[in-house]
């Protein structure tokens, strides 16, 4: 792995976490929408960052979906559960983004905060094993 592909990782990574920390922000000003919007992007970065191990980059967000699952969560490297909040939030995020009328309830999607920050705490593990 380069120096140059190292700095791409640790800089997606980067926007991961800063996802996150406006995800928070969004939902204490009842922003909703736009909460599931950044707790999917936080993930779209970190599994961006992974696929860099394997010498795949994708801009598609449906071919990164399929990517997590073909590439991780069939080969065991990221359990089920998180492959489903995976799943969870894409759709999520594409209903809130491009929805008519959509709308989410702060009781239904509070608990997807720390969903995502367990999935992005597995990808910094199998980054530094696979790094």
Not at 76 to 91: N, T, V, W
């Amino acid at each position: 792995m380069t120096d140059e592909e190292k700095t791409l990782i640790a800089y997606r990574m980067e926007r991961a976490h800063e996802a996150i920390e406006e995800a928070k922000m969004l939902f204490d000003a009842a922003h909703l929408n736009s909460y599931v919007n950044r707790l999917y992007y936080a993930c779209f970065y970190a599994v961006s960052a992974l696929l860099l191990t394997k010498d795949i980059s994708t801009s598609k967000h449906s071919y990164l979906r399929s990517l997590v699952h073909q590439e991780f969560v069939k080969k065991g490297l990221i359990p089920k559960e998180l492959g489903k909040h995976f799943d969870l939030l894409f759709d999520s995020r594409m209903e809130g983004d491009y929805s008519d009328f959509a709308s989410f309830k702060a009781d239904d999607v509070s608990g997807w905060l720390e969903g995502t920050q367990k999935f992005i705490s597995h990808v910094e593990t199998l980054l530094q094993e696979l790094t």
